[in-house]
């Protein structure tokens, strides 16, 4: 297969346009491409890691990237396009007005500071007030539909959660801005949003659903770092 083909353009281009896929519909899309640039190009030893892999080295020095990500609070695989040095106000400085991106960052704190992290809708809404100036209902309904179709976002049980997007791309700025709500997984020693914790007091212990359901599989109802019952 050439260096760099049709193949991995239209894959760019649909990564890029799209933001967010799940796995299974990235697999599919990813197949229709390879069989309609297979007549033209020897694309048939391609694959998804393949072609991505060669995409991020063109787009890297451009700070972006395509990732796989496991959604922690679903365990859902998503392909995800993303700017690797975002904040939200870099991110977003030429799609929206000023008061739009200081929205961003309030859902994002709204959220991660919230006992469950996630929110109502009607909180989310509710944030506009604190705006300087004010959005209306109406624009932030519109902007939260947008972001959360974009990934950034995910509504699960009617309640708004921080999405698959959100996690990888601004990840380094939920750590730095709330490092009271960002932890790591003692078992993968990846950062976990939603986890479970160990309950004996000396230990609090934090750990990804998925991971813990791993370690129990050779090491039933114990808990990985202090060795105590896992309740």
Not at 29 to 44: C, G, I, M, N, P
Not at 88 to 94: A, K, L, T, V
Not at 197 to 224: L, M
Request: hydrophobic share 35%.
């Amino acid at each position: 297969m050439e260096d760099y083909t049709p193949l991995h353009i239209a894959v760019l281009q649909l990564m890029s346009g799209r933001g967010m896929l799940e796995k299974e519909e990235f697999t599919k899309l990813f197949l229709k491409l390879k069989t309609h640039y297979s007549e033209k190009l020897a694309v048939d030893s391609a694959t998804p890691e393949s072609v991505l892999e060669r995409i991020n080295e063109k787009i890297s020095p451009f700070n972006l990237s395509i990732i796989l990500t496991k959604y922690e609070y679903s365990d859902e695989e998503f392909y995800v396009y993303i700017s690797t040095t975002s904040s939200p106000e870099s991110r977003f400085q030429n799609l929206y007005t000023e008061m739009e991106i200081q929205y961003f960052p309030l859902l994002l704190r709204e959220i991660i500071t919230s006992d469950s992290t996630c929110i109502a809708p009607i909180v989310a809404l509710n944030l506009i007030s604190i705006l300087q100036r004010p959005l209306t209902k109406l624009r932030a309904g519109e902007l939260l539909k947008i972001w959360t179709n974009a990934g950034y976002f995910k509504e699960m049980n009617e309640l708004i959660h921080l999405g698959p997007r959100s996690l990888v791309e601004f990840n380094g700025y939920l750590t730095v801005n709330y490092p009271d709500f960002v932890k790591t997984c003692s078992i993968c020693l990846k950062t976990v949003y939603k986890s479970l914790t160990c309950k004996t007091e000396s230990c609090q212990t934090t750990i990804h659903a998925s991971c813990i359901n791993r370690y129990h599989e050779n090491f039933p109802n114990t808990c990985p770092s202090c060795k105590g019952d896992w309740v």
